[in-house]
């Protein structure tokens, strides 16, 4: 399991049942396990890095610096160029 996301959903409680627990502290989770444990779970795909998230208004805000809309785009600096 490779996913940063599913381990703090661990700790927060929305992870599913472990596939495998190990003496009390190691839980193991099949990939398989998560990847239907993910389909689901109705969370929201981001659109701009395809990020499953729990709230994907959150996630950009932290993740992507929501642009403002109705401004000019004045922070394309700080972007990797891509436009075409
Ligand atoms: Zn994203």
């Known amino acids: 399991m490779s996913d940063p996301a599913a381990i703090r959903w661990v700790r927060t409680g929305r992870a599913p049942e472990p596939d ?3 003496g009390d502290a190691h839980k ?3 990939e398989s396990t998560i990847r239907r444990w993910l389909d689901s779970c109705d969370l929201a ?3 701009d890095c395809g990020a499953r998230c729990v ?3 959150r996630h950009r805000a932290g993740a ?3 642009r403002r ?3 000019p785009e004045q922070d394309s600096s ?4 891509s436009t075409s």
């Open 20 to 22: 495998f627990v190990l």
């Open 69 to 71: 809309p109705g401004r």
């Open 28 to 30: 193991l989770w099949l």
């Open 78 to 81: 700080s972007r990797p160029t």
């Open 64 to 66: 992507h610096k929501a």
């Open 55 to 57: 709230s994907v208004n």
């Open 45 to 47: 795909s981001c659109p």
